[in-house]
């Protein structure tokens, strides 16, 4: 097990290298420049030079990029140019804000998606089977921001029972103060990841239930639920694949979902960013969402080859 947390570590030195080299290779085309955001176009170019020299454009490429990146093995993520404020501080404060619906989101979606599909798997063909495969398909079907301005509509401007925008006292929800604001982001961004999770269950616990070993494991007199946890564990794998990504994806899908909510995280942050061409912010918000996505990704391998030794070979 250790040698194959090892080779995965290694493999994905390499994928965050390449992270690091496509997010600088973004930034680098697009339109404008840091002396185009600080001064004015009537600027003369000797100020611009200078600014140039300052941030080191006046560099090759090359040398630019290992210069980022030699900045950010030590934590320093730039200055933003709007606020003037260190980036890490500001992208670790929305990091934490989306974190907080991100990850009560994926719970909730994950464990739905896996009760509804178990549910379904299980009794194939009968009522409870089409109505969880009519909620799934509406889960995955319906997008983020119709169903975040949807809501915003009915229980905000409707029925005034929810905040329609920003969140409540900072720090972890433990009154209802705090998690009014939460509700409705919560409930938009679980949606999808509970059909896609649920469709996946199905799918796979009905897989391993027509095959021979489960009868003869019935066979031999084992209870149904001793059965149930054996299929379970060689669905697993599969299913955790998908939670992985689907995490990610909640992740970089919070952009339009926190935009409609106002919600002070990472997805707001780089909207704002886009705007403002603020460069700094738009490259460390990249980077870091590409980097958790990547080692979300790694601790779903490691957990898949816990629980299925052939994934290991």
Known sequence: MLQFVFRRITQVIPILLGVTLVTFALVQIMPGSIADMLVPPSAPQSLKDEINRIYGLDRSLFEQYFLWLGQLLTGNLG??????????????????????????????????????????????????????????????????????????????????????QGMGPAGFPTTWEQWRPMIMPIFTLSLIPMGVVGRLVRASVLEVLSQEFVQALGAKGLRDRQVRMHVAKNAAPAVLAVMGLQFGYLLGGSILVETVFNWPGTGKLLNQAIFTNDMPIIQATVLVLSIMFVLVNLAVDVAQAAIDPRMRR
């Open 79 to 164: 200055v933003s140019l709007v606020s003037s404020r260190p980036v890490a501080g500001e992208l670790f404060a929305a990091m934490l804000n989306t974190l907080q619906i991100t990850l009560i989101s994926a719970v909730i979606g994950f464990g739905l998606g896996i009760l509804f599909g178990a549910i379904s798997a299980l009794n194939a063909g009968k009522w409870p089977d089409r109505l969880f495969t009519f909620v799934s398909i509406a889960g995955v079907s319906v997008p983020h921001y119709w169903l975040a301005i949807l809501m915003v509509t009915i229980f905000s401007v409707q029925f005034n029972l929810l905040p329609a």
